[in-house]
């Protein structure tokens, strides 16, 4: 069984121990790992309590790292995955963290589909198209992403309406063409629909051209 021969924090990333063993091997744990498992210079570990020392560790630093993640926004399932496998961590592990963090309601597909809409919706405007691509490409399924917008998006004239608005006073002094044409692609790039796009360029051209 193998002897720690010494064990460091230098060198190493913050809140973690490097631990040599004599023989050479080497290894990094959390040092409240470390702590709790109660290593130190000296200690003879078996086979099975450093396997269990690591996998705790790797346990730990996944959730701290997936709680950080969490801070900047809602995350999806697929997020979340993806954001761990980054750190290399064993697919049990994940799969272990994920079922944790959906039972403490930390993930929720549905919830972050209708938290996107409603950014969507109120913060960064944007047509169901485009809302539906971003989620899918999240890993929202479909079901989930139908029920946000049934039930949190309001329509796209309503949501559209004020950007064409905004952008219509603005090309006030263009020709027919070029404010047709600038206003429809500055609504096809948010993911408006042709017939969305089609109402609102009449719409406002009928209050702003020609000014």
Not at 6 to 32: A, C, P
């Given at each position: ?9 230098k060198g190493v990333r ?5 631990v040599e063993f004599t ?48 801070r900047e926004r809602p ?137």
């Amino acid at each position: 069984m193998p002897e720690i021969e010494g064990h460091f924090f230098k060198g190493v990333r913050w809140g973690w121990v490097r631990v040599e063993f004599t023989g050479g091997d080497t290894l990094e744990l959390r040092r409240e790992v470390f702590a709790d498992f109660g290593f130190g210079n000296g200690s003879v570990v078996d086979a099975d309590e450093l396997d269990a020392a690591v996998k705790e560790s790797d346990r730990r630093h996944g959730r701290s790292v997936a709680l950080r993640f969490f801070r900047e926004r809602p995350r999806s399932e697929q997020e979340i995955r993806l954001r761990l496998r980054r750190e290399k961590l064993e697919p049990e592990t994940i799969d272990s963290l994920v079922a944790d963090f959906t039972n403490q309601g930390f993930l929720n597909d549905a919830d972050f589909a209708r938290a996107w809409v409603g950014s969507r919706t109120n913060l960064r405007p944007k047509g169901v198209f485009l809302i539906r691509r971003e989620l899918r490409e999240k890993g929202v399924d479909d079901d989930h992403i139908d029920a946000a917008l049934a039930q949190d998006y309001p329509g796209e004239l309503e949501v559209a309406r004020p950007l064409a608005e905004a952008r219509a006073t603005a090309l006030a002094s263009e020709d027919w063409v070029r404010f047709r044409q600038k206003l429809g692609v500055y609504l096809k790039r948010r993911g408006f629909a042709n017939d969305t796009i089609e109402r609102l360029v009449d719409e406002g051209w009928e209050i702003h051209g020609g000014e």
